[in-house]
């Protein structure tokens, strides 16, 4: 695709590093590489990358370009502080989105919420509910990912359950790739939304 016909999209990467995720970071990982060298053909040049890891709180944003060095060494430990590192990342993203065609904010965990303080999931959802340009999407690990997502309020089509080990993750991520082509190539404003054949390729629970 030419420059000029590309997006300048902005995702926002929110990833889970509690201890759960000590096995298995390192292959998520790489599927999300191959997955943003997909995104690569869509979007502009200066599009970005805001990627967030969490467990008991945020750990290090880093705010990369689309085409910037994605070798990160996490290093998983501690619980899952989900609805405040939620929050807070909309608030971050609410300060810059309006430079970008697009917003994708991605939600990548194993697990639910064991250790939040400050924000609730009502206020997940609230926030969640004040920007309803943005495409938010749940990735969930071996939980019901619609559930847990609907009560961010993210949309049902929007969230995808997969299973945590290689095969799985990476037919996830080229899901999530394929899903956002088909959001940028539709005239019709069609959102985000997972086929069954992307659902069931994506994990060994359905």
Known sequence: MEENNKSKILYS????????MYQHIDYLWDAYIKFNDEQKKNSKNDSQIIITPFNTKIRNRMVKSIDGDL???????????LYNSYVETIQYVSKIYQQFDKVYFIVIT????N????????????????YPNW????????????EVG?????PEESCLTFSQDIEHT??????????????????????????????FSSSQML
């Open 110 to 113: 194993d697990g639910v919420d």
């Open 135 to 146: 495409e938010f999407i749940y990735f969930g690990a071996n939980q019901n990912a619609v």
């Open 170 to 199: 990476n037919n996830a991520f080229m899901s999530l790739s394929s899903a956002i082509d088909r959001s940028i190539s539709s005239d019709s404003g069609v959102g985000i939304h997972f086929s069954q054949e992307e659902r």
């Open 150 to 154: 609907n009560e961010l309020g993210i």
């Open 13 to 20: 990467i929110l990833i889970d590093i509690s201890g759960s």
């Open 71 to 81: 070798n990160i060494n996490f290093i998983p430990k501690d619980c899952t502080a």
């Open 115 to 130: 250790s939040s303080e400050t924000f609730k999931k009502d206020d997940c959802r609230t926030f969640t509910n004040q």
